[in-house]
C-alpha cells in the first residue's frame, strides 16, 4: 500500500453561496494540513462564539486541492484518510458528493473510486463548519492530518492489524495477532500473511504465517498467536515498544518478495488489573494516576495537531510529574497518542461532552443518538494498539445522566466500548450538581443544613457539599454502577462516602481543583479504591477564558464576572504549564505535593500589586513568579510564598535571615512571609524536625540583554517544528520579569507557523509577525521550508537583535 500525506497543495477560503462570486476579501489562500481555519479570525467582544471560544468567531470553510491521478490507478483502491476534520465536514470529489462526517473529532474514510477522472487531474473539496457548537475552543477546518492510500484491490484494511498480548509472565508474552484482509475484486482470493515482531531495536522476536482465503466483496481476519521470550514490558517508567510487520502476499508465495501489501504497526506488551486493594496496576505493579486534563488545542499553532507539537507537550507534562493526561473532552489525536506511547504517559481518552441533551446551541448531541455506534467505533480502531490508552471515558458531566434514560445510556456506552476492546478499562466523568440541574434546591438545602456558612466559603466548597448529598448519591448510583472506575469531577467530597457506602466501587478523581491537590493527593495515598487525581487542567488552552484569572478589584468600574473572562481575555489562564510549555509556579507546588520534588519552591506575588484586594475563581491560582527582579522602589513591600515538603522555612536575602514560618499557611505545603523588596539573593531553607532538607535560591538580575534559544540545533523536514525561546535575562540567564517588551521576527529558511506568549489577556494574533513578551518570554514555533538552515532573528527596541540558526536536515 501507498500511504503518504496528503498536505500540500490545499487552499482555503469561506464557503460562499452558490449564487456568489469570490472577491479580494473572499479570496481563497494556500494552506499546509493540518491547518485551523479559526485561529487568525479578528476577535471581538460581541463574538457569538464569546467566552468559549475566546472571542474567536466561527465560520464555513471551503479547502480545495488539485492532484493528479495516474491512469494505472484504474486498477487500484484509492481512499483519502482524513484523521479529523472540525465540523460536520462534507468532501465532495470532482464536485461530485463523497462523503460528510458530523463529529469533528472522529477519523473517517473516504472510498474515491467511483469519483475519480484517471488520467487526469481531479479536485478535492471539503467543507467544515464551526458555530456555537463547544464549550471550548475547537478550531476548525482539517485541523488533523489527511493521508492518500493507494492499495492493490486485495489489501490490508486501514488499521488492519492488531496485536493484544493477554498472557504475560516472567518467561514469555503471548501476542495475538489479528490481521483484516478486505477483497474488492469480482473473484476469491487466495492469500498468505507473514507476521515478523521485532523489539525497540529491531531485533526479530517472533515470527509466524497463515493463509488466508477472501470471498468477493468481502473480508476475512486472520490470526497467529506467537510466543515472546522475555518480553519487555510497557510501563510508566519504561515505555518499551514493539512492531509488528505484516506483509500480504499471494498464496505460493512464503517470503516478501511477492508482496501485494504490507504495512507496520506499533504496540506494547503490559498487563492491567483492577480491584479495591491494589487499584490499578500495571505489570503487577500499583500506579498512583498523576493527572493533567487537557483539551486539544496546541496554543500558538491553535488547534492543529502536529507530530512534534504532540511529541514536545508530552514530553514536558511528564518532565513537570504527570504520568496520565485526560483528552478532555473528546477523542485525543493519534500523534498524541504516539507521544504517550513513548513517553510512558497513560491515556484517559474521552468519547464525548454531550449525549442527547445538549450544552450549547449546535453541539454534537445533535444525530448522537443515530451516530454514537461509530463513534465509538472509531474511537476504539485509533487506541486499539496504543499501550498507554488504559481508560476509555464515555462521557463529561453528562446532563441527563442521573435520570433512568440516561443511565440506559451509560450502560450502552459502556457495553458497547467492551464488545470491541475488553481489554481496558472503563469510565466517565460523573458530576452530580450537573447533573440534576433542575433538583439542586434540594441539594444546596441539604449542604446548608450542615454548615450554614457553606455559602460564604467559596463555590468548590458548596460544589463539594453538594456533590456529597444524598440525591447526588441515589441519582447517579446505577450510571455509576456500569463502570469499571467511577469518575467524579469535583467531587472529592465523595471519596470517603462512596468507599462505605459502595465498597467494591473503584474511583479516580476525573476532574478536580488545582489548589486542592495536596489533600487529594493525600487521599489517593490513603485510600487503595481511590486510584488517581486529574486536575484542571494540565496545560493552558484557548477558550472558556479567563476561568482561572486574578481580578483585582479595585479597578475603576470593576464588575464581577463570575467565571467568564470579559474580552480581550483569550486563553484559560488556569494551566500549570502556560501555552508555551513554561511550567508555572502551581506545578512546582504540585510536584512537591506529589512527593517527587525535595527542593522548596519560591513564588512571589508581583509586589506592584502589594495589598490590592483580589477575586479568584476556583480554577484560579496565585498572582505569582518565580522572579527576584521587579522594576518596585527598594523597600517596596512585598508577599513570598515557599512550596515546601516541610515544617518549616527559613527565607535570607543576602545571607542574611529574614524570618522562619511555619509550612501550612494559607495552603498545605506553603510558608508565606511579608518583607521588602531588595536586589539581591533570596534565599528559602525547609527545615524537618530541625533539620534542614533542602534549599533554593533567586537572584536579582543584572543588565538585560534579548536572547532567542533553539529548542534543538536541528529539525527534521517532515512534521518537524523549530520551537524558540527569546527571554530578556541577563549575561547569567536570570529572567527580567516586568520589563516586556514588544518583539518581532523575521525568519529565512522556513515560515512563522505560530507565535505567543502565556499573557492570557491579549489582542495580539497568533500568526504574528510581533509579539510582546510576558513575565520576560515568548516563543516563536517555526516550519521549515525544506533541506537547509532556518535563520530566525528578533529584534526589540532598545536591545540588540538576537538570531539564531537550526539546521534542517
Avoid at 200 to 224: E, H, M, Q, Y
Avoid at 333 to 354: K, N, P, Q
Amino acid at each position: 500500500m501507498i500511504r503518504v500525506p496528503f498536505v500540500d497543495g490545499w487552499s482555503v477560503g469561506p464557503k460562499l453561496g452558490a449564487f456568489e462570486a469570490r472577491d479580494a476579501s473572499t479570496a481563497s489562500v494556500p494552506v499546509v494540513i493540518p491547518h485551523d481555519a479559526l485561529r487568525d479570525l479578528p476577535r471581538s467582544a460581541d463574538s457569538v462564539q464569546g467566552v468559549h471560544s475566546g472571542y474567536i468567531p466561527g465560520g464555513v470553510f471551503e479547502y480545495t486541492k488539485s492532484f493528479d491521478v495516474p491512469a494505472q490507478w484504474r486498477d487500484k483502491t484509492v481512499r483519502l484518510e482524513f484523521e479529523g476534520v472540525y465540523r460536520d465536514a462534507t468532501v465532495y470529489l470532482n464536485g461530485d458528493f463523497v462523503a460528510h462526517e458530523a463529529n469533528g473529532y472522529a477519523a473517517f474514510v473516504v472510498e474515491a473510486d467511483p469519483f475519480l477522472r484517471f488520467g487526469e487531474r481531479n479536485t478535492i473539496t471539503v467543507e467544515a463548519r464551526v458555530h456555537r457548537d463547544s464549550r471550548w475552543y475547537t478550531g476548525g477546518g482539517i485541523y488533523r492530518p489527511v493521508h492518500l492510500c493507494v492499495s492493490d484491490p486485495v489489501h490490508i484494511a486501514l488499521d488492519g492489524t492488531v496485536a493484544t498480548s493477554p498472557d504475560i509472565d516472567e518467561e514469555r508474552a503471548i501476542v495475538e495477532i489479528a490481521t483484516r484482509v478486505e477483497n474488492q475484486t469480482r473473484h476469491t482470493a487466495r492469500r498468505r500473511i507473514t507476521w515478523t515482531v521485532r523489539d525497540g531495536d529491531g531485533v526479530a522476536s517472533a515470527s509466524g504465517t497463515s493463509p488466508v482465503t477472501v470471498l468477493p466483496g468481502a473480508s476475512s481476519v486472520a490470526r497467529v498467536r506467537l510466543p515472546v521470550v522475555n518480553p519487555r514490558l510497557w510501563s510508566t517508567d519504561e515505555p518499551h515498544l514493539y512492531r509488528v510487520h505484516t506483509v500480504l502476499t499471494d498464496a505460493e508465495d512464503s517470503g516478501e518478495t511477492g508482496a501485494s501489501d504490507e504495512e507496520e504497526t506499533r504496540f506494547g506488551i503490559r498487563r492491567l488489573q483492577l480491584d479495591t486493594t491494589h487499584g490499578l496496576r500495571i505489570n503487577g505493579a500499583s500506579v498512583d494516576l498523576r493527572g493533567a486534563c487537557i483539551h486539544h488545542d496546541n496554543g500558538p499553532l491553535g488547534a492543529v495537531s502536529i507530530a512534534a507539537a504532540e511529541d514536545r507537550r508530552i514530553r514536558l507534562l511528564k518532565a513537570a510529574g504527570f504520568n496520565a493526561i485526560r483528552s478532555s473532552h473528546n477523542p485525543a489525536s493519534r500523534a498524541l497518542l504516539d507521544a504517550c506511547d513513548v513517553h510512558g504517559m497513560i491515556v484517559m481518552d474521552e468519547l464525548t461532552d454531550v449525549w442527547t441533551k445538549s450544552k450549547t446551541a449546535f453541539d454534537a448531541s445533535i444525530g448522537f443518538d443515530e451516530r454514537w455506534q461509530r463513534d465509538v467505533s472509531a474511537l476504539v480502531r485509533k487506541n486499539i494498539n496504543h499501550p498507554s490508552v488504559v481508560l476509555y471515558s464515555i462521557g463529561n458531566e453528562i446532563l441527563e445522566l442521573a435520570t433512568p434514560h440516561g443511565a440506559t445510556w451509560s450502560r450502552r456506552l459502556a457495553e458497547e466500548f467492551r464488545r470491541l476492546d475488553p481489554t481496558r478499562f472503563v469510565t466517565n466523568g460523573i458530576n452530580g450538581i450537573i447533573a440534576n440541574l433542575g433538583r439542586m434546591g434540594d441539594a444546596m438545602a441539604e449542604a446548608e443544613a450542615s454548615d450554614p456558612n457553606t455559602m460564604m466559603a467559596g463555590m468548590g466548597e458548596m460544589m463539594a457539599l453538594m456533590n456529597a448529598s444524598s440525591l447526588v448519591t441515589e441519582s447517579t448510583e446505577e450510571s455509576a454502577a456500569v463502570l469499571d472506575v467511577v469518575g467524579f469531577n469535583y467531587a472529592d467530597s465523595r471519596y470517603e462516602l462512596d468507599t462505605e457506602l459502595f465498597p467494591n466501587r473503584i474511583i479516580v478523581g476525573s476532574e478536580t481543583f488545582p489548589d486542592r491537590i495536596a489533600s487529594l493527593w493525600a487521599d489517593v495515598r490513603r485510600l487503595p479504591n481511590l486510584i488517581g487525581d486529574f486536575t484542571w487542567t494540565g496545560w493552558d488552552y484557548i477558550g472558556e477564558a479567563g476561568i482561572g484569572r486574578v481580578d483585582y478589584t479595585d479597578v475603576e468600574g470593576y464588575e464581577p464576572t463570575g467565571t467568564a473572562g470579559p474580552f480581550p481575555y483569550l486563553l484559560a489562564d488556569c494551566g500549570d504549564i502556560d501555552i508555551t510549555g513554561h511550567r508555572l509556579p502551581a506545578s512546582y507546588y504540585r510536584e512537591i505535593a506529589y512527593g517527587l520534588r525535595v527542593e522548596p519552591a519560591i513564588a512571589v506575588h508581583r509586589p506592584q500589586h502589594h495589598g490590592r484586594p483580589t477575586a479568584k475563581t476556583p480554577w484560579s491560582w496565585d498572582d505569582v513568579v518565580s522572579s527576584w527582579t521587579w522594576g518596585v522602589a527598594e523597600g517596596s513591600p512585598v508577599t513570598v510564598d515557599v512550596y515546601a515538603d516541610a515544617d518549616e522555612v527559613e527565607l535570607h536575602l543576602d545571607g542574611a535571615m529574614l524570618a522562619r514560618v511555619a509550612v501550612g499557611d494559607p495552603l498545605p505545603l506553603i510558608a508565606r512571609f511579608e518583607t521588602e523588596y531588595r536586589a539581591g539573593v533570596l534565599m528559602a531553607v525547609a527545615f524537618t524536625g530541625g533539620v534542614e532538607v533542602a534549599r533554593t535560591t533567586l537572584r536579582t538580575a543584572g543588565a538585560p540583554l534579548l536572547v532567542a534559544r533553539a529548542e534543538r540545533a536541528q529539525i527534521g523536514l517532515d512534521e518537524d517544528l523549530a520551537y524558540v525561546a527569546i527571554t530578556i535575562e541577563d549575561a547569567d540567564g536570570v529572567l527580567v520579569c516586568d520589563a516586556d517588551v514588544l518583539v518581532t521576527f523575521a525568519v529565512s529558511g522556513g515560515e512563522l507557523a505560530g507565535l505567543g506568549s502565556g499573557r492570557a489577556r491579549t489582542e495580539e494574533s497568533f500568526a504574528g509577525p510581533a509579539c510582546t513578551t510576558h513575565d520576560g518570554r515568548v516563543l516563536a514555533i517555526v516550519r521549515p521550508n525544506g533541506v537547509g538552515e532556518i535563520t530566525m532573528t528578533a529584534t526589540a527596541e532598545g536591545y540588540a537583535p538576537a538570531v539564531v540558526a537550526i539546521a534542517v536536515e
